[in-house]
């Protein structure tokens, strides 16, 4: 009677210190540097030899320098497999055309425990600005039209005094 009882005893209590929390082995990000209002691509290398892993949530906000807005996305991760690790994997779209950088972190749900892991940003490529066409800007009145205005009706003045 001893020997059952300790067993089951013995296994109830170790069993929380085996079962630890899943490892982020791999991170990928495609492309490295996205542009803005682009798809990019996430991979997560999950190492999970002691644990059930229910859910993989990929949570990014985007961000403009340090402000973040308040629409961040939260995405399930689709699961595949590949040998030796489980890879999840997300495709997102980016939705706003001003930010400048990416804030994102993992949350998993394993052995019906959620794990929330260190938030990380990756910065957005800014596109080049379009370069302005010299026709256009040649043809286009400026400043130089109002100090020749500004001239004439002064010549116009002076010269109607005179006669």
Same mark, same amino acid.
């Given at each position: 009677?001893?020997? &059952?009882f300790?067993f089951t ?7 929380p210190?085996?079962i630890? #929390?899943? $490892? ?14 682009? %798809? ?5 290398? $999950?190492?999970? %030899?002691?644990t059930n ?8 906000? /985007? ?6 807005f ?6 399930s991760? %689709?699961? =595949? @497999?590949?040998?030796?690790?489980d890879? @999840? +994997?997300? #495709?997102?779209?980016? =939705?706003h +055309?001003?930010? =400048?950088?990416?804030? @994102?972190?993992l949350e998993?749900?394993s052995n019906g425990?959620?794990?929330? @892991? /260190? &938030?990380d940003? $990756?910065?957005l490529? *800014?596109?080049?600005?379009?370069e302005?066409?010299?026709?256009? +800007? ?5 400043? +130089? ?6 001239? *004439?009706?002064?010549?116009? $003045?002076l010269?109607?005094? %005179?006669?």
């Amino acid at each position: 009677m001893f020997v &059952p009882f300790s067993f089951t005893f013995f296994s109830i209590i170790l069993t929380p210190s085996y079962i630890a #929390e899943p $490892i982020v082995e791999e991170f990928y990000i495609y492309p490295s540097q996205p542009l803005p209002l682009s %798809n990019v691509a996430f991979t997560a290398g $999950i190492n999970n %030899n002691s644990t059930n892993i229910d859910a993989v949530y990929l949570i990014l906000g /985007e961000c403009m320098d340090d402000l973040c807005f308040i629409d961040s996305q939260n995405i399930s991760m %689709n699961y =595949t @497999y590949s040998c030796c690790m489980d890879f @999840y +994997e997300a #495709e997102v779209n980016l =939705t706003h +055309e001003d930010a =400048t950088r990416v804030k @994102y972190h993992l949350e998993i749900k394993s052995n019906g425990t959620w794990h929330e @892991y /260190e &938030p990380d940003f $990756i910065s957005l490529s *800014i596109p080049a600005t379009k370069e302005a066409d010299d026709t256009l +800007e040649k043809s286009t009145p400026g400043f +130089e039209l109002v100090l020749i205005l500004i001239s *004439i009706i002064f010549c116009l $003045i002076l010269r109607k005094r %005179n006669i």
